[in-house]
């Protein structure tokens, strides 16, 4: 079993920062990429940001020189810094987790933390 917990979601104005929070804990042997996802109403979720193991990253088009993705591997956390927020930034988050455990791969999501940008 792996939970996958979010945390640092709120209203902020718009040109505001804030920073997400993910967690991944459980039967985890080792994992390849943590990442964020967001689904505004009536719209796909899509990519945000994600990072693997190694550091590499991938941003949404969207989200490019404003928001950035790090992890610390050790306490299976990632991280997202959101800055210079705008309106259209307001969605759901969600964490995603790939990896592995005993009985093989797993990808888990958190249950998603609120992101709401207005004045």
């Known amino acids: 079993q792996v939970h996958v917990v979010e945390s640092g979601g709120g209203l902020v104005q718009p040109g505001g920062s804030l920073r997400l929070s993910c967690a991944a804990s459980?039967?985890?042997?080792?994992?390849?990429?943590m990442g964020w996802y967001r689904q505004a109403p009536g719209k796909q979720r899509g990519l945000v940001a994600v990072?693997?193991?190694?550091?590499?990253?991938n941003y949404g088009d969207s989200v490019k020189g404003r928001f950035t993705i790090s992890r610390d591997n050790a306490k299976n956390t990632v991280y997202l810094q959101m800055n210079s927020l705008k309106p259209e930034d307001t969605a759901v988050y969600y964490c995603?987790?790939?990896?592995?455990?005993?009985?093989?791969?797993?990808?888990?999501w958190g249950q998603g933390t609120q992101v709401t940008v207005s004045s």
């Open positions: 995603n987790v790939d990896g592995w455990h005993s009985t093989g791969n797993f990808v888990s």
């Open positions: 459980g039967s985890i042997f080792g994992i390849y990429a």
């Open positions: 990072i693997t193991s190694g550091g590499n990253t």
